[in-house]
């Protein structure tokens, strides 16, 4: 009776670990206006629960939200053309990319996340550049900086004149 008790004011997830089956990567489309990621109603962060009990509910996954991400990383200088490519490859594989720019050693990246909370998406954030080291071909810099800030701080910011994206929205460019 407790476990039901639990389960009910928990959603079902007392006691579950929960883990993100896809990484934190969608399958959605083109992205919106202004460079955001479609809206309505999708596929929310893959989180399901990996134990369950006979006797429990189907459980039912937290609303994702999106998150806008700055990821700045540093390292050796590396030739503009490999390291342009690296950030078209890297643009192709990842979801929501929106932004980058780059010097021969420095590059920042924007794009939106979909994630439960700031936490998994500074973590998605935090991975992305090792994950996508090699098969996008990367230098091995290290990440020197992060910014994760909701959709709505993120407008509000924009509506302020502070924050604006960089004059070339979309795309890979040189600082």
């Known amino acids: 009776m407790e476990r039901r008790r639990e389960a009910a004011l928990t959603g ?29 109603p999708g596929p929310a962060r893959g989180v399901r629960p990996d134990q369950r009990g ?12 999106l998150w806008h991400v700055v990821l700045s990383v540093s390292g050796q200088v590396t030739p ?8 078209e490859r890297l643009a192709h594989d990842h979801s929501f990319f929106l932004t ?6 420095h590059a920042e990246i924007r794009y939106w996340e979909q ?34 800030v909701d959709r709505a701080t993120y407008h509000k910011r924009v509506a302020e004149g502070f924050g604006d994206p960089p004059p070339q929205l979309g795309g890979v460019h040189p600082y």
Not at 100 to 105: C, N, Q, S
Request: aromatic content about 4%; glycine content about 14%.
């Open 100 to 105: 980058a720019r780059y010097a021969a050693d």
């Open 12 to 40: 079902g997830t007392a006691g579950r670990r929960l883990t993100s089956i896809d990484g934190g990567r969608g399958s959605e489309g083109p992205a919106g206006p202004a460079g955001e990621p479609p809206q309505g």
């Open 115 to 148: 994630a439960r909370d700031l936490h998994d998406a500074a973590a998605i954030a935090l991975r992305l550049w090792g994950e996508h080291k090699a098969t996008a071909k990367l230098p091995p810099w290290e990440i020197v900086g992060l910014e994760v």
């Open 54 to 65: 006979a006797g429990d509910p189907p459980a039912v996954p937290e609303q994702a939200r």
């Open 80 to 87: 503009l053309s490999e390291l342009r490519a690296g950030l």
